[in-house]
């Protein structure tokens, strides 16, 4: 029971309030008492209370001055952006585990990047969310950015969370000037207020005119009937409208599975697997073979596994770098990059694979770097599976990768090999895995300390892959 009412004390589960068969629980239309009109917050706490994110407890009330946890957080995030739980076999984090309340929303959560784990593996959960943490996940959630610099006196230039305490300033989601009190405990009030101005557009203050806003590309509607238009990114939001099948959309954003368009006179949202892009109007967007594309990405090691270790580096950072560097990438040339680690985390090698197939990846990219007994041992090699059925695409891949990384890294082409690899073999489509180089060499260690290495090894994998794309 300690479970249901640590679920009912925030967060809206229907069926559980009617399980209950409680008359004391607020229907989705009545306000809280705690927050009456005149309360800052009022209508954006309302906001996220209809759309059922956030409940009150089970007296009705709200208490918007206390505090929130990790967990909370995790969970309104995520009911704010319409995405649904995510059941793992295996628990990414050694302190959540399946059992907890909040275990799919928090696994969903940090699969969408908007949370991170800790250095030391774990989540902290219980942990209660300061302003600083809290600015991060708003800024990642709703993927604001923008702003030169920040009005608090107290968020200096060097501060972890100028970049995107700057974005909410910029975007209308919180008050300007005087002091932010970045390592204050953010209450239920404040959370919540900033989550509904992030998620409406509508309730942002002095708020910068959609107009100001960039077209990421121009698509058309593939439904043979009407698409429905929703005030957020997920079903749970109401219907704004609808569009006619053939009708053109601007779009301005991807939240997850869903698309940000200009709709009337504000924002709506529309299912991308109904509408398909057919013009590219962006600069960021190079290569469009990467259109749509799922990419797994698998930075190798991690966590308690550092993989190789030699002259100063870790195989598990590096790889990590030079992965997150290709998401990014990957993500600005329009293809739906899927990373199996996006931190220092330790995950097994079939849940890896189990990343990959159970996003339908179109291809995997395992990145590792290499040691030798001898410190003459140098270059770039890529693996395939010697026994797989996509065996034919997989060379075809790792050649043109390979090829790449060489050509721009000037390491040794050590070439494409076959091997039995466990990720290789568990996943489902054509799949690679790179060694970059040798940290235990130390020509190839001092490429990969360059501050631009990272960059170049992404640079050059990506491109590896366009290739392989282009020549379909
Ligand atoms: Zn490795």
């Known amino acids: 029971?300690?479970?249901?009412?640590?679920?009912?004390?925030?967060?809206?589960?229907?069926?559980?309030s009617l399980l209950a068969g409680n008359g004391q629980v607020a229907s989705a239309q009545s306000k809280f008492p705690d927050v009456p009109s005149s309360a800052w917050g009022h209508k954006e706490i309302h906001l996220l209370k209809d759309k059922g994110v956030i409940t009150g407890h089970s007296d009705g009330t709200f208490r918007p001055n206390n505090t929130l946890t990790r967990a909370h957080g995790a969970v309104i995030i995520t009911g704010a952006l319409g995405l649904n739980g995510l059941k793992v076999?295996?628990?990414?984090?050694?302190?959540?585990?399946?059992?907890?309340?909040?275990?799919?929303?928090?696994?969903?959560?940090?699969?969408?990047?908007?949370?991170?784990?800790?250095?030391?593996?774990?989540?902290y959960s219980a942990e209660t969310m300061n302003k600083a943490q809290a600015a991060a996940i708003i800024a990642r959630a709703f993927n604001l950015s923008g702003g030169a610099s920040s009005s608090f006196t107290d968020i200096s230039s060097q501060h972890w969370t100028l970049k995107e305490i700057v974005a909410l300033e910029h975007n209308g989601i919180v008050e300007k000037g005087g002091r932010y009190e970045p390592g204050k405990a953010i209450t239920r009030a404040e959370f919540s207020t900033y989550v509904a101005r992030a998620l409406d557009p509508s309730f942002r203050l002095n708020q910068s005119q959609p107009s100001n806003e960039t077209v990421q590309f121009q698509g058309e509607v593939t439904v043979s009937s009407t698409l429905n238009v929703r005030l957020g990114a997920g079903t749970s939001?109401?219907?704004?409208?609808?569009l006619k099948g053939g009708q053109k959309v601007d779009v301005y954003a991807t939240q997850g599975s869903w698309y940000k368009i200009k709709y009337v006179n504000g924002w709506g949202y529309v299912s991308s697997s109904y509408v398909k892009k057919v013009s590219n109007n962006s600069n960021n967007t190079p290569n469009s073979v990467l259109w749509d594309r799922i990419i797994a990405i698998d930075p190798g090691h991690g966590g308690k596994d550092p993989g190789a270790v030699a002259n100063?580096?870790?195989?598990?950072?590096?790889?990590?770098?030079?992965?997150?560097?290709l998401n990014k990438q990957l993500q600005s040339a329009g293809a739906k990059p899927v990373l199996t680690r996006n931190?220092?985390?330790?995950v097994e090698l079939d849940q890896r694979a189990k990343i990959a197939n159970d996003a339908k990846a179109d291809i995997f990219v395992s990145i590792h770097a290499n040691a030798a007994a001898s410190t003459a041992g140098n270059g770039t090699e890529t693996w395939i599976s010697a026994s797989s059925a996509t065996k034919s695409e997989s060379k075809d891949l790792a050649e043109k990768i390979n090829k790449r990384l060489v050509q721009e890294l000037g390491t040794t082409d050590r070439g494409v090999k076959e091997a039995n690899f466990k990720v290789l073999v568990q996943t489902n489509m054509p799949g690679v895995l790179i060694e970059l180089g040798f940290l235990t060499n130390s020509k190839d260690a001092a490429l990969m300390k360059q501050s631009n290495y990272n960059s170049r090894a992404a640079t050059a994998i990506r491109k590896g892959i366009e290739d392989y794309y282009s020549s379909k």
């Not at 029971?1 to 229907?14: E, N, T, Y």
């Not at 295996?90 to 991170?116: C, K």
């Open 343 to 346: 931190n220092d985390t330790f």
């Open 89 to 123: 076999s295996n628990p990414t984090f050694p302190d959540v585990s399946l059992n907890h309340w909040a275990s799919a929303e928090i696994e969903r959560a940090v699969q969408q990047g908007i949370f991170t784990g800790r250095k030391d593996g774990k989540f």
């Open 1 to 16: 029971m300690s479970r249901k009412g640590c679920i009912l004390s925030f967060v809206f589960i229907l069926f559980l």
């Open 312 to 325: 100063g580096l870790q195989e598990k950072d590096v790889v990590l770098g030079v992965g997150l560097e």
């Open 237 to 242: 939001f109401s219907v704004l409208g609808n």
